[in-house]
Nanobody, 116 residues
Framework: QVRLVETGGGLAQTGGSLKLFCQAT????????MGWYRQAPGKQRQAVAT???????RYATSLKDRFTITRNNALTTIYLQMDNLEPDDTAMYYC??????????WGQGTQVTVSS
């Protein structure tokens, strides 16, 4: 079983920065894809960015200029650097872990609030 621990959310002002952390523990594979998704009140969950253990990244087109996803394979940890934050970035951010042959795992979420 895989568990995800997310940290790093909080309050930022418009134009500010925050960094999110997500570590996978337990029965983690050496081959995985992890990512960040977000859900604002009344809206559907959307993909923000994903990264594989090989370093292959994918971003939501509208966010790739402001958000950067990175990883530490040894720690099975991913990071999301969020710069130039906007009020529309306010949402609950969820970490996701996927590996072949195993069910997807979701974290409990970390709240990001951007004030105008």
């Amino acid at each position: 079983q895989v568990r995800l621990v997310e940290t790093g959310g909080g309050l930022a002002q418009t134009g500010g920065s925050l960094k999110l952390f997500c570590q996978a523990t337990g029965t983690v594979s050496t081959t995985w894809t992890m990512g960040w998704y977000r859900q604002a009140p009344g809206k559907q969950r959307q993909a923000v960015a994903t990264i594989s253990n090989y370093g292959i990244t994918r971003y939501a087109t509208s966010l790739k200029d402001r958000f950067t996803i990175t990883r530490n394979n040894a720690l099975t940890t991913i990071y999301l650097q969020m710069d130039n934050l906007e009020p529309d970035d306010t949402a609950m951010y969820y970490c996701n872990y996927e590996s072949r042959g195993a069910p997807a795992t979701w974290g409990q979420g970390t709240q990001v609030t951007v004030s105008s």
